[in-house]
Structures are given as C-alpha cells and as structure tokens.
C-alpha cells in the first residue's frame, strides 16, 4: 500500500532548515506578500523572530511536530475544503511565512518571513489501496497518521500540512490529519486556531461556544467581621491574623517552589533521574517511528467520578493514568504485587494569563493586560506517578489529588520558563537545548490535557465527530494526551513502536481504569475523600 501516495513524497522532501539566506530573497517574500492580512487581522510586521521556543524546536533533538486528527461526518468536500483553508489557515502570519537564516550574518538567529502559499501544496491527498480502506480503515488511517511521523517536512514552505483522508472509519465517515511543526505555535495555539476556522452546528453563523475561563486566583482568606461595639484593638488583631495567614501561605510557596525547582534542576543535569523501566525511552527514541492510537473515554463518567470524590477533572485524569501505567507495568514485568515504584512525567503548563482555550482574535491582542499571545508559552512541572497495585481503585484518584495540590502551591513551571529563557539569553540556545533534553531524557513520559469546544462545531460545513492531537520529536518513548470535546474526552497515546508493540492493550488498561474507578466511586459518599480546597482546577496544555 502507497500510504504517502504519488504526490506526498514530493511535497514533503527534506531541505535544508536554512533557506532564502540572502537579503534579496527575503526581501521579495516580504514585498510578495506586504498586504496580507490574518483573519481580519493586519500583519503588524513582515518580519519577525522566532521565539526562543520555537528557536528550541529546530534543534536536533526537538525536531517536535504535532498532528490532529480530526474525525468528520460526513465525506470530505475537497473544493470546499481547499477554500476554506486558503481563506483561513493560509491567511495566518505564520501558515504564511517560512522560517530565515542568514547563516553570513554573526550570531544570526531565524525569523518568520512572509512568503506566497501554495494551497495545492499544503493539501494532501494519499492514493490509498481501495481494497485496504475497505478491509480494516481503522488500521488505514492509523497506519498513515503514524508514518508521517517518518516524513521530513519541506521548511521551503510554510510549516503545516492538511492531509485528506476520506474514507469511512468506526467512528467517522472521513478524517483529516493537521501536521504542524510544533515552532509555529503550542497546543493552544493550534486548536485556537482551529476553532476560529469553525462554526457552531447549532448556529452555523456563529463561532462555537467556549468553556467559560476562570482566572486563576491566589488563597482567598475569610476575616470575620467583628461587632462595631468591640474596640479597634481587636480589629487590628484580626489584621494580625490575616496577615500572618497570608504570609505563612507565601512562604509555604516559596519552599515548594524552592523545592521543585532544585529538583527540576538535578533531573535536568543528571543528578537525579528515573529507573530505567518498561515505560522510559532508550537514548535516540526521538527519532524513532512513533504510533498514535486513540480511545474515546466517557467525560460524564469521568465528572461523576470528580463529582463523588470532590476533586477535579484533572485530578480523575492522573489517577486514570496512574492505575492504567501500573496495570501494564505490572502486567508487562511480572513483578510482585507488593512492589511500588514512581516515574514521572513532564507536565506542559500553559502559562497564558487567562488558562485555557483562547478564541485566535484573544491570543493576537497585543493588549499589555492580555497574556494570551500566538505562539509557544508553555512552562514545565514535574509530575511522579505512583505505580502500585492497590485493592481500591480509588486511591489512584486520591493519590494523584494529593500530588496534584501539592504542586499546584508552587510556581515551578513559571520558574522554569523563565530560568530556560535567561539560559537561552545567557548562554545561547545550544545550553538551553541540553538542559531541556537532560529534563526529558532523565523523566519517563510527556502528559497533557487540553479543553476543547462544548459544543459540536463544523468544519467546511462538515461536523467534527472527534478530534485527536498527538505529538512526536521529543525524547520520550511515550506521551499521553487528553483532548475533551462535547461530552467525551478523547485519549491519544504517542508511542515508539519498537518499545511498545502492544499500545493497544495499554489503551485497554485506560479503559479498564477508569471502568473500575467510576464503579469504585459510585459507592463512596460524595466529599469523603477531598475537602473543597481540591476543587481549584489545574489547567493543562
């Protein structure tokens, strides 16, 4: 089977990453497309920077890209969809501008030049055997998603792809998969993107609906109001209290923070460092092929669960993911039962000023009081997971609720945004890129979790049944991904394959871990392990 199909070789042959060098090529980028426009948006610049992240993303070892899949509902209108994403995705500053190096220039860095699009060279369609679509098209469409993970992109051109696969699945009667090189924008970025290319279903005249944004706050203190009979000295003591409150709460931040950070640190020069398991890559597993393979999990079991346990989904999530990596750890070693271990996992923060999903008109305001901006702002935590058989499903939950509010009091994955910044200042982007690379290589897994639309929204016209975002190019051999939309929450596991040939069963073991939580959960009394404070949430990328 041609699974790239005549045309995709072509169009995405290896060039080198340092193109349009001289000034006189990308001075005519700039005039040949000086009057574009970004969705209604006007391009501020022609030219500009590439982010210290995404400055990281062209390093070796973080050749990172992500893919989303998208599910549709019915066939693909190709005329229909070539002109949406000419009118939309292709009038994006950075889906229209390629990446310059002026390798002549000292201490030159990469900028974003404009540069003409081609939409016929950004939308593929594979000719793919007629006779395997219609034998097994699950294992079609999940064989072709994995093998673009072998496939160099063409950085002549803008960085993305759409990729039209239109065949009936189990799930969906088409499929398109968006490639993106993960420089041109983070998670959020993306699917903000995409949601700003989509349209309600109820109202297809409207942007869909977004799930409504909660500032994050620090500590709120009650100070009980005393009888304006009593005296100003007792008022001054309830001043006292309150601020010794606040003050031991500050403190209690920074140690954590102290903590995490020197932690953070140790892993990321070799002092301290994860056992080798079945779970951890093997030095170079970030250029080796990786497999997505996805399962839809139920988000109103997973809301009972939150709900009966007074926790958050975030919290059911890293329990799901404990009790589903000692399954197949367990399973997979034949250790003893009364054996317990922990691995960690690099969290990706979003580090926007209002977390979540941001509309792309909210993440291009340049607006001084509005941190949503486009690109890659993302902070690192270091998340353990326990791995351990337990006769109580449950307390994979209250385990991780614990792990979970223990780091949401500390300001870790600022800090480590902000110390990877100064280290690229400093000392250039090859330090930064070692100290990013010692965090990964000494850690076992990648986790996410993104909020999508509540809502069923259209694309060209055409429902969106699911959606399913993985990532390849890192230095872990495995990445869980959680991406919600409408009521189901859609599981995405990244996987080398040589590592694991069995991904499927370890999709299993996520569908069996939640199965025996949600029943575990429906006979405990509601509140009876957490207390309100677990409530605040932890916004994941």
Known sequence: MDRGGAGSATLLRKRSLSVNTTASAAAAAIDQ????????????????????????????????????????????????????VAATLARHPRFC??????????????????????????????????????????????????????????HSRPLWEVHVLDFPTAEAAAAVALRVHHSVGDGVSMLSLFMACTRSAADPGALPSLPRVRRRAGPVYEVRRRPLSLSSAAAALDALAALAVWL???????WHTVVDVVCFFATAVSLLGDAPTVLKGKEGTEFEPRRFVNRTLSLDDIKYV???????????????????????YFRRTGESDSKSITVRSAVLVNLRATP???????????????????????????????????????????TATKVARR????????????????????????????????????????FSNMVGPTEQVLFCGN???????????????????????????????????????????????????????????????????????????VEHT
């Open 33 to 84: 497309f000086g009057s574009m426009q970004a969705g209604g948006v006007a391009a501020a610049v022609e030219e500009e920077p590439v982010s210290p992240t995404g400055r990281l993303f062209r390093e070796p070892h973080f050749r990172c890209h992500i893919v989303s899949v998208f599910g549709l509902g019915a066939p693909v209108d190709l005329p229909a969809l070539r002109a949406v």
């Open 407 to 446: 780091k949401k009091s500390s300001m870790e994955s600022v800090f480590t945004f902000w110390s990877g910044d100064m280290v690229l200042k400093l000392f250039g982007i090859k330090a930064a890129a070692a100290l990013c690379y010692g965090m990964f290589t000494h850690t076992t897994l990648s």
């Open 306 to 328: 939150k709900n009966a346990m007074s926790c958050t989904v975030n919290d059911v999530l890293l329990g799901i993911t404990s009790s589903a990596l000692s399954r197949y």
């Open 356 to 398: 979540g999903i941001h509309a792309l008109a909210s993440m291009m305001e340049s607006s001084k009081d509005n941190g949503a901006r486009w690109g890659n702002k993302l902070g690192y935590m270091l998340i353990p997971f326990h791995l351990a058989k337990r006769d109580d499903p449950v307390e994979y939950v209250r």
């Open 463 to 537: 429902p969106i049944i699911y959606i399913a975002p993985g990532i390849y190019g890192h230095p872990h051999a495995l990445t869980v991904h959680y991406q919600s939309y409408m009521n189901s929450v859609k599981l995405v596991l990244s996987v080398d394959e040589a590592q694991f040939p069995d991904s499927h069963q370890l999709l299993d073991d996520f569908a069996e871990s939640l199965r025996l939580i949600r029943k575990a959960a429906s006979g405990k009394p509601a509140g009876e392990t957490q207390d309100a404070a677990s409530r605040v949430p």
């Open 248 to 254: 031991l709460s500050f403190l209690v931040l920074a």
């Open 97 to 154: 501008s390629v990446q310059v190096l002026n390798e002549l220039e000292k201490d030159a860095r990469p900028k974003w030049v404009r540069t003409a699009v081609n939409v016929d060279d950004h939308v593929i369609v594979p000719e793919l055997d007629p006779a395997a679509t219609s034998a097994d098209p699950d294992k079609v469409l999940e064989d072709y998603v994995s093998s673009l993970s072998t496939r160099p992109m063409d």
